[in-house]
């Protein structure tokens, strides 16, 4: 059951996620234009929406640097990573797909193939992948740093035990919030992955689809919003097991 919470949870994400970038940069779309204030607040709430969906069933880490993050301090079973990180993968690519499907006139009507690439995966404003790198490894390290903050304020309330509710009230919004501050300070450089699911599934989708005018994949950059993303995961979860807060 979690890893179907999973699966549904990151085809929610990417569903909401990348249909706001394909919405504000395909031609003829209402939303043409509509800018990255659009596509950060579009991705927060994308967030939220998956959380408050399967939260309760897998704990909606939707994102593999989450799930090996929490792993790297104890806070979840090593042995369920493989399939939690399969079902995230797929769970993107299902999105990518309906993605596709939902604009499918307006792949055609648009004619510029990065831009037809940007509604699948990102991509630097300026190319040079070690600094790529550390945008990445810097935002997924405040979000997962965040999320375990966010959690841990259920859990401190002297004699009230608040975490139940907490987590099926605020906490998921609260998460979407932080997804959209991150985007808005860190997400500039390289349209900020902070989850290799995110980038990779719907990446592959590109590659596969029958997108009309497609260019290139991008794939000799495709290991930067991966290889980030998981270091800056399990620092942000190793520095938070390190502060002490958690206890």
Do not use: C
């Not at 990573?81 to 797909?97: D, F, H, S, W």
């Not at 509604?119 to 040079?128: E, G, L, V």
Request: a negative charge; proline letters at 5%; glycine letters at 14%.
């Amino acid at each position: 059951m979690e890893y179907l919470a999973e699966f549904i949870g990151t085809a929610i994400l990417i569903l909401l996620g990348n249909g706001v970038v394909a919405g504000a940069v395909l031609k003829k779309s209402k939303a043409e234009n509509g800018g990255w204030v659009l596509i950060t607040l579009g991705w927060g709430l994308a967030v939220a929406m998956a959380v408050y969906a399967v939260g309760s069933i897998s704990g909606a880490h939707i994102n593999p640097a989450v799930t090996i993050g929490l792993a790297s301090i104890g806070e979840f079973d090593w042995a369920m990573v493989p399939g939690y990180l399969g079902a995230q993968i797929l769970g993107a690519m299902t999105g990518a797909l309906l993605v596709f499907l939902t604009y499918y006139k307006h792949w055609e009507a648009t004619d510029d193939s990065d831009v037809k690439l940007a509604p699948y995966s990102t991509s630097p404003a300026i190319k040079s992948k070690p600094w790529n790198l550390v945008t990445e490894v810097v935002g997924t390290f405040m979000l997962v740093f965040g999320v375990l903050a966010i959690g841990a304020n259920g859990e401190h309330i002297d004699g009230v035990d608040l975490q139940s509710a907490y987590a099926t009230g605020t906490a998921p919004l609260l998460t979407g919030l932080l997804v959209v501050a991150i985007g808005m300070s860190l997400g500039g450089p390289t349209g900020y992955a902070i989850n290799p699911a995110r980038d990779l599934g719907p990446r592959i989708m590109h590659a596969v689809l029958p997108i009309p005018g497609k260019g290139g994949s991008e794939w000799a950059y495709a290991w930067v919003p991966v290889v980030g993303p998981v270091v800056g995961g399990v620092a942000g979860a190793l520095v938070w097991q390190a502060t002490g807060f958690a206890l």
